[in-house]
């Protein structure tokens, strides 16, 4: 198990380029099962969901090859509707898998994904879905069973607006005969790029970004290429790094219309902050200000996914937050760890009560999950004193070359083996 060691207190100075998003990068190359056409993905990011996913589609038969950053997928000898038990846990959003496999097979089986370090996760609006689309399921001995003659079209109500249950439908009926139409859907930015890419391949898709899409099944899709969009949670981690820090960081390849939740805040903290184009400028000179309360909404609410790394920087501004998450049961595993460095935090339910100190403490604390781990990174930079993070196999899933940049911008942060 690597970790981090960081030595703290240093200001960040420079510019970082933004990676292509992995809850962009995860669809669609679920997506890829749907053509047996050749997909070029450019700029795909170094990281260990993908990796993860690129193993799936192997399992299944695809042939992926990555080639100076960019993958290119052929799926036209996939022959198995089967994900491996092993390969299915290893990646919740391999349950994504499912719509694009009954597609293209009319069958497939996969393990229960189950929970994982951030809440129950259940999976219960993607099976509806798909029994709307005419697909029988059972579950049996930890595994979802999916068969069904042919997919068709039907309208269909998400209780609550899931990402990965929308995308899950988007690819059951593209393929399907006649029309789907999702209401409720969620209207993250990385369902608006999945439609792009689907509408490359000749699919006919459209309302992505709104609560209602609608997809025309067609009966074949084609190939072709696709720069995926970048990670907007990458980029925000990056800001509250600067403003927990202080410095002035230039974000490169991403643009603010996707962030406009967070940049509100930061403003809140006294941040200066500047977009343009497809950059990012932070300034952040000064203690930040509270911004009393944070809470975590579906897109365009503030992203439960920058949650953790907000939560770090309450605890050093000057006056009280209280942050809420409304998505996800248990996404405060990192609290205690904070705690460790100095902060003085209780939560409550669903609330994180945070009381700003004037400065965090170095201190060896462990990474539960993605976006916590991320949090402690942060926290460790701007806090006095040396620190480690151990578990840092949690932040590789969704960072690639996360101290490499951090390094670059002035950040005493070393990996170590250990
Ligand atoms: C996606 O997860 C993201 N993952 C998550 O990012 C992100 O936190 C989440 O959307 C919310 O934005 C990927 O895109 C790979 P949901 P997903 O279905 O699809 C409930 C990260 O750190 N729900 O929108 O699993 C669920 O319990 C990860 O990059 C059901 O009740 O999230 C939760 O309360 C973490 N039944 C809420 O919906 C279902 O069938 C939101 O979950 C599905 C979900």
């Known amino acids: 198990m690597d970790k981090y060691v960081i030595k703290g207190g240093r200001r960040l100075e420079g510019s970082v380029r933004i990676q292509t998003a992995k809850n962009s990068v995860l669809p669609i190359l679920a997506a890829c099962v749907l053509t047996d056409g050749k997909v070029t993905l450019s700029d795909v990011p170094d990281i260990t969901d993908v990796a ?192 927990m820090c202080g410095g002035e960081v230039v974000l490169e390849g991403v643009g603010g219309e996707n962030l406009s939740s967070l940049l509100h805040k930061l403003r809140e903290n006294g941040c200066k902050l500047r977009v343009k184009n497809d950059k990012i400028y932070i300034r952040s000179d000064r203690r930040p200000l509270s911004v009393k309360s944070v809470e975590t909404q579906p897109y365009p609410g503030f992203p439960t996914d920058l949650q953790a790394q907000m939560t770090a920087l309450c605890t050093i501004c000057s006056g009280n937050s209280i942050v809420t998450e409304n998505l996800f049961e248990t996404r405060f595993k990192y609290v205690p760890e904070l705690k460790k460095m100095g902060a003085d935090i209780t939560v409550v339910d669903r609330s994180a009560f945070v009381r700003g100190v004037e400065r965090l403490h170095g201190a060896v604390t462990a990474a539960h999950d993605l976006r916590g781990g991320a949090a402690l990174v942060i926290a460790a930079l701007a806090a006095e004193g040396d620190s480690q993070v151990v578990g840092i196999t949690h932040i590789d899933r969704g960072y690639s070359g996360f101290e490499y940049k951090l390094s670059a911008l002035g950040a005493d942060i070393r990996r170590v083996g250990v």
């Open 52 to 243: 993860n996913m690129t193993a799936i589609l192997s399992s299944l038969g695809c042939s992926i090859v990555y080639e100076g950053g960019s993958a290119v997928i052929d799926s036209s000898s996939a022959h198995t509707f089967e994900i491996p038990s092993a390969l299915a846990h290893g990646l919740r959003s391999s349950v994504f898998l499912l719509g694009s496999i009954v597609s293209r097979f009319h069958r497939a089986k996969i393990a229960y994904p189950g929970g994982c370090d951030i809440g129950l996760r259940p999976v219960d609006l993607h099976l509806s879905g798909l029994k709307r689309l005419g697909v029988n399921i059972s579950e049996s001995g930890g595994y979802i069973i999916c068969e069904c003659e042919r997919l068709r079209g039907n309208e269909i109500m998400l209780d609550c607006p899931s990402v990965g249950a929308t995308e899950n439908i988007m690819l059951a009926s593209v393929r399907a005969e006649g029309t789907t139409v999702i209401e409720n859907a969620a209207r993250e930015p990385e369902i608006v790029d999945l439609q792009k890419f689907l509408n490359v391949l000749g699919a006919r898709v459209r309302g992505a970004g709104t609560g209602t899409i609608v997809i025309e099944g067609v009966n074949k899709l084609g190939g072709g290429s696709f720069r995926p969009m970048a990670d907007r949670i990458e980029a925000g981690t990056f800001l509250i790094a600067a403003a």
